[in-house]
Nanobody, 119 residues
């Protein structure tokens, strides 16, 4: 079982940038594809981006994910923050390199980190 801990959340200004980190223990994170999800207040959890197990980076619009193998972490950078980005952000792992964004493909999840975008 992979133990995941997200960090880096907090209160951020609209238009700014935040970098979240997903740290793993119990195994090497580069053995897995890592997905990022978020759950806005009062809404269902939604997928954001996945970085494949053989990939060093992934990008999608304002979202950029990268690996730090030495630190056994994966980060998620969110640029040009909007109020709609306010949510609890989660990372999760899947063993397949296919990098599905379906939640059912993921076996281990972190506890989440809160990002609040507000002036």
């Amino acid at each position: 079982q992979v133990q995941l801990v997200e960090s880096g959340g907090g209160l951020v200004q609209p238009g700014g940038r935040v970098t979240l980190t997903c740290a793993a223990s119990g195994t090497a994170l580069d053995r897995y594809s890592v997905g990022w999800f978020r759950q806005p207040p009062g809404k269902e959890r939604e997928s954001i981006i996945c970085i494949g197990k053989f990939s060093a980076t992934a990008a999608k619009g304002r979202f950029f994910s990268s690996r730090n193998i030495a630190r056994n972490t994966v980060s998620l950078q969110i640029n040009k923050l909007e109020s709609e980005d306010t949510a609890v952000y989660y990372c999760a792992t899947q063993s397949s390199p296919a990098c599905s964004l379906q939640e059912t493909a993921y076996s281990d999840w972190g506890q989440g980190t809160q990002v609040t975008v507000s002036a």
